[in-house]
């Protein structure tokens, strides 16, 4: 069974929005930190967003302003809204459950491109 289930990703034109959601097992939901990372070919996986279980924001210095984290405990799932998106958006884009104790997952990954 997957954990983490992404979806959302696809092609946005510079400036355009998207939101990606990551709907989570109830376990990683309510125990674990959700974010997002991103990740582009021979490059590290970089965190984009986090949201702490204290409702603790997190973001990346090149999507503040731009992205939002957020969630819906109805729903069991985290969304990142990608508003005024650049070329250098472009990535794979993975949500992730961490718990200091427990470790972490990772959903499968959806690919967002930024293009004319």
């Known amino acids: 069974q997957e954990q983490l289930v992404e979806s959302g990703g696809g092609l946005v034109q510079p400036g355009g929005s998207l939101t990606l959601s990551c709907v989570a097992t109830?376990?990683?939901?309510?125990?674990?930190?959700l974010g997002w990372y991103r990740q582009t070919p021979g490059k590290q996986r970089e965190l984009v967003a986090q949201?702490?279980?204290?409702?603790?924001?997190t973001y990346a210095e090149s999507v503040k302003g731009r992205f939002t984290i957020s969630s819906d405990n109805a729903k069991s799932t985290v969304y990142l809204q990608m508003n005024s998106v650049k070329a250098e958006d472009t990535a794979t884009y993975y949500c992730n459950a961490y718990h200091q104790w427990y470790g972490t997952e990772w959903g499968q990954g959806t690919q967002v491109t930024v293009s004319v």
């Open positions: 109830r376990d990683l939901f309510t125990r674990y930190a």
């Open positions: 949201l702490t279980s204290a409702s603790t924001t």
